[in-house]
């Protein structure tokens, strides 16, 4: 559990700061921000979604049954009675939570590609896409969102190499360093070459990134490169606002 944790604050902190850094940056609606930060976080907890034991993919795998359980209800509540729709709700719960999570976990082994640089990548772009085609967003909000999901799942990876801990807390520094921030794995080269041509493909579903390059060479206003430590005063503004007779009696 302690791992969980771990990733869940590294991704936040990392998230909440580069969220802070896009404010500085720009005059971007609060609700995007909001909405980047937490598309961090979940960046953050991606590259576990393959062990059976993560507690995002319990959580996402039973939201899911309980979801399609109620879709289930109201698709066909008109021409069944309350039992009946009782049993297709059930059997709808205990099919996903336990038949395709099953299959899920076995068809994936956990660190395997899914945990792996240009998987990260992908689930970025992946977002970017779906973002931009499927919300009709702007190219630049599309790119941020896909970003910090990248960005999220970067430093998961990081984490993993830097603490080497399995999900139970346990180290293994010998055996597990080095697997956790790879660009493939040897042992599934299909798999492997599959994965970067579904990068590839993600790249050519996506907008053209000239929006967010231009916001990062935006030097003309507000760089946030100068704005990296105070000026002459502390909270200049706010102390203002405060204190207004503690500047005029200087
Ligand atoms: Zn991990």
């Not at 994936?108 to 899914?114: D, M, W, Y």
């Amino acid at each position: 559990m302690a791992d969980f944790k771990t990733h869940l604050i590294g991704a936040a902190a990392v998230s909440g700061l580069a969220a802070t850094i896009v404010v500085m940056s720009g005059p971007f609606p609060h609700q995007a921000v909001i909405g980047y930060f937490i598309l961090g976080v979940i960046g953050g907890l991606l590259p576990d979604i393959d062990s059976p034991t993560s507690i995002p993919i319990r959580i996402a795998f039973a939201t899911l049954s309980v979801v399609a359980g109620f879709l289930v209800a109201f698709t066909f509540g008109k021409h069944y009675s309350l039992l009946e729709l009782m049993m297709l709700w059930a059997g709808c719960f205990l099919l996903i939570r336990y038949g395709l999570l099953n299959l899920f976990t076995r068809l994936t082994t956990h660190r395997g590609l899914i945990h792996s640089i240009p998987a990260g990548i992908g689930f970025g772009l992946a977002t970017t896409a779906l973002v931009f085609h499927g919300f009709h967003s702007s190219a630049l909000d599309a790119w941020l969102c896909g970003l910090f999901i990248t960005l999220g799942f970067i430093v998961h990876l990081l984490l993993d190499e830097w603490y080497s801990v399995n999900l139970y807390g346990k180290k293994l520094l010998k055996k597990s360093f080095g697997t956790a921030f790879c660009l493939g794995s040897l042992k599934q080269p299909l798999g492997t070459v599959a994965l970067y041509l579904t990068v590839i493909g993600l790249l050519l579903c996506c907008p053209s990134p000239r929006p967010v390059a231009a916001l990062l060479a935006n030097r003309s206003q507000n760089p946030v490169t100068e704005r990296l430590w105070p000026g002459a005063a502390w909270f200049q503004g706010f102390m203002q606002r405060v204190m207004p007779d503690s500047l005029s009696s200087h």
